[in-house]
């Protein structure tokens, strides 16, 4: 099972003030020298939540690009982009430079989204959005497994779009999804999956693998062909908080880190994608440690 991180790109990350490139760019190789698996980015355009002030984040493909460039070995991806603030070909067309700056590292996690106030903000159409998310997901997959497209959709369309120069790869599609039409979508297009946020895993989680499940047999989908992936919340209560937390953060020694890693991994789990609270470079060696431990690399 591997093991990735959500970068520090937001203010609800941040320890003194939101974070800027050195830090960020820092965190990511840290993560990357004590041998975790993957870095994520979450994108958005702002939050607004009532009685609450706005805050935000780094636009996220801007520093998965720089990323891409400043690591040499971690996967790259987005925990998610959100697909309707960019045109779906030009995605494709962003995923497959990127990838190759990255030298084939790049996952693509895509989303619909979810935060109203965003796309008002930006004067984003937030209606149907499942289905403005199935239409530009039938743009970008096909186009980054090298094959040209034409649609002429509701919302969107493309006329003999093809990648030149093409994909070097196949380049990998994560969708994140719950309800049972964004699961029958990535049962039918994606080639991983993800399902967040949790502590230790629960009857959310085990309900939420039987769905995937259920949509993988509709869509007559090999279950091996899409990966599992869910995320983690993990405290070190021994380190200042930032100030929103998620109350299902798991807590613990490294040793039960390790163990809860078991516990994932038992599920067939294919990768835990870690929200560290805080996000410094002692939860990372905390993290590495127990990856350390739960693989055998150390004595229990």
Same mark, same amino acid.
């Given at each position: 099972?591997?093991?990735?991180?959500?970068?520090?790109?937001?203010?609800?990350?941040?320890?003194?003030?939101?974070? +800027? $490139?050195?830090?960020?760019?820092?965190?990511?190789?840290?993560?990357?020298?004590?041998?975790?698996?993957?870095?994520?980015?979450?994108?958005?355009?702002?939050?607004?939540?009532?009685?609450?002030?706005?805050?935000?984040?780094?636009?996220?493909?801007?520093?998965?690009?720089?990323?891409?460039?400043?690591?040499?070995?971690?996967?790259?991806?987005?925990?998610?982009?959100?697909?309707?603030?960019? !045109?779906?070909?030009?995605?494709?067309?962003?995923?497959?430079?990127?990838?190759?700056?990255?030298?084939?590292?790049?996952?693509?996690?895509?989303?619909?989204? $979810?935060?109203?106030?965003?796309?008002?903000?930006?004067?984003?159409?937030?209606?149907?959005?499942?289905?403005?998310?199935?239409?530009?997901?039938?743009?970008?997959?096909?186009?980054?497994? +090298?094959?040209?497209?034409?649609?002429?959709?509701?919302?969107?369309?493309?006329?003999?779009?093809?990648?030149?120069?093409?994909?070097?790869?196949?380049?990998?599609?994560?969708?994140?999804?719950?309800?049972?039409?964004?699961?029958?979508?990535?049962?039918?297009?994606?080639?991983? $999956? !993800?399902?967040?946020?949790?502590?230790?895993?629960?009857?959310?989680?085990?309900?939420?693998?039987? +769905?995937?499940?259920?949509?993988?047999?509709?869509?007559?989908?090999?279950?091996?062909?899409?990966?599992?992936?869910?995320?983690?919340?993990?405290?070190?209560?021994?380190?200042?908080?930032?100030?929103?937390?998620?109350?299902?953060?798991?807590?613990?020694?490294?040793?039960?880190?390790?163990?809860?890693?078991?516990?994932?991994?038992?599920?067939?789990?294919?990768?835990?994608?870690? $929200?560290?609270?805080?996000?410094?470079?002692?939860?990372?060696?905390?993290?590495?440690?127990?990856?350390?431990?739960?693989?055998?690399?150390?004595?229990?």
């Amino acid at each position: 099972m591997k093991v990735g991180v959500t970068l520090p790109i937001g203010q609800a990350d941040a320890l003194g003030g939101i974070a +800027g $490139w050195p830090r960020i760019h820092a965190h990511a190789r840290h993560a990357e020298a004590v041998g975790l698996d993957s870095i994520w980015l979450a994108d958005h355009l702002l939050f607004r939540f009532p009685d609450e002030p706005t805050t935000g984040i780094h636009e996220a493909w801007t520093i998965l690009s720089a990323l891409a460039a400043t690591t040499t070995r971690v996967e790259v991806g987005t925990l998610v982009l959100c697909l309707e603030f960019r !045109n779906p070909a030009l995605v494709a067309k962003m995923a497959v430079t990127a990838d190759e700056v990255s030298g084939g590292r790049l996952v693509l996690g895509l989303g619909a989204g $979810w935060h109203d106030p965003e796309y008002e903000a930006f004067g984003i159409p937030l209606d149907h959005r499942v289905g403005r998310f199935e239409e530009g997901l039938r743009i970008v997959a096909p186009l980054l497994r +090298g094959e040209s497209v034409t649609i002429d959709g509701r919302w969107h369309h493309a006329r003999d779009a093809i990648l030149t120069p093409p994909p070097g790869r196949r380049v990998p599609i994560l969708v994140a999804a719950k309800g049972p039409r964004m699961l029958r979508l990535t049962a039918r297009h994606a080639d991983a $999956w !993800n399902t967040a946020w949790y502590g230790r895993p629960d009857e959310r989680l085990a309900a939420a693998l039987a +769905g995937l499940d259920r949509a993988l047999d509709l869509e007559h989908r090999d279950p091996g062909e899409v990966a599992r992936t869910v995320g983690v919340v993990i405290r070190d209560r021994d380190q200042p908080q930032p100030a929103e937390g998620r109350p299902m953060a798991f807590e613990g020694r490294v040793d039960a880190i390790a163990r809860l890693l078991d516990e994932y991994a038992a599920l067939s789990v294919d990768e835990l994608t870690v $929200w560290l609270e805080p996000k410094t470079g002692r939860s990372l060696d905390r993290l590495a440690e127990a990856v350390r431990l739960q693989r055998g690399v150390v004595a229990r």
